[in-house]
């Protein structure tokens, strides 16, 4: 018998947590749930780190040619950007590692509801019900 897995819109995979009809919303196994999904990302995202260092190291050259110095650059600053958007990800998820230690995780920042099971294993590091995010889109939006 195979398990159910899931990936989310990181592409990371988890077994999708199956509410009783009666359990409480956050409860431990719910806590435990979401930061064993934050921790595995996170440690996804350190190991890429990590390999896109050594991959640096490993690939810097000093080309003769100013074209394949200027390709390798270019290569470099991607990596670089991506990995930057990485760190300040691994911020965001310690972030919802201490609203789960503080029992704050999954409550809307903005007016309090649940932002809900699906949506938290969909973008485990939100902070805001889907109502409420949807305005913040529209404000963005109008703000041009």
Not at 8 to 13: K, L, Q, R, T
Not at 27 to 41: G, V
Request: hydrophobic letters at 30%.
């Amino acid at each position: 018998m195979t398990e159910a897995r899931e990936h989310n819109a990181e592409g990371y995979s988890f077994e999708p947590y199956q509410a009783g009809s009666d359990e409480e919303y956050m409860n431990p196994d719910q806590e435990a749930h979401f930061r064993a999904i934050l921790l595995d990302w996170k440690r996804s995202l350190m190991e890429e780190v990590d390999r896109t260092v050594h991959h640096m190291q490993d690939e810097a050259t000093n080309f003769p040619d100013p074209n394949d110095r200027a390709t390798q650059e270019s290569e470099f600053s991607l990596e670089l950007r991506t990995r930057d958007r990485e760190r300040k990800l691994i911020k965001k998820i310690d972030e919802a590692l201490d609203r789960l230690d503080n029992h704050n995780y999954g409550y809307c920042e903005a007016c309090g509801v649940e932002i809900g099971i699906r949506r938290l294993e969909a973008r485990p590091t939100a902070t805001l019900c889907i109502d409420c995010k949807t305005l913040d889109e529209i404000r963005e939006k109008q703000r041009g």
